[in-house]
């Protein structure tokens, strides 16, 4: 009698997908600028909104105020600049300066910051916002 000798086993990866990032839809409107699919992108990025208006604020040097999930920058961006900043932060307070990957967190207290590396475990200073 014939037996399956095993069974297939699901294709599941442990590690995860290289990280993904929606694209930044942003428009100007009026004098302002308005990221559309701000609550998405912070999702993405498992930042807070808070330290994520702080660094565009810097970023662009005018207010940014986030509205029911949207942001509005105070003047005009185009879609290139403000996808470049989100990138900007991405790069720094995001994605591990050592190996690349998202799987990090904001770490430390009394001024210094550091971002920590779940998957490869470096710790890496980030600038102060
Ligand atoms: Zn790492």
């Known amino acids: 009698m014939l037996e399956r000798a095993y069974m297939s086993l699901p294709k599941e990866s442990l590690t995860k997908e290289r ?61 290139i600049q403000v996808t470049h900043a989100f990138e900007s932060y991405l790069k720094q307070y995001v994605l591990c300066h050592e190996c690349g990957k998202p799987d990090t967190h904001i770490m430390g207290e009394h001024g210094v910051k550091m971002l920590k590396c779940q998957a490869c475990g470096a710790m890496s200073p980030v600038r102060k916002l």
């Open 19 to 79: 990280f993904q990032m929606p694209a930044v839809d942003s428009m100007i409107q009026g004098s302002k600028t308005l990221v559309r699919n701000f609550d998405q992108l912070l999702k993405a990025m498992e930042r807070t909104e808070e330290h994520v208006c702080k660094f565009l604020t810097k970023e662009f040097g005018t207010a940014v105020s986030p509205d029911k999930g949207k942001l509005v920058l105070n003047g005009k961006f185009g879609l």
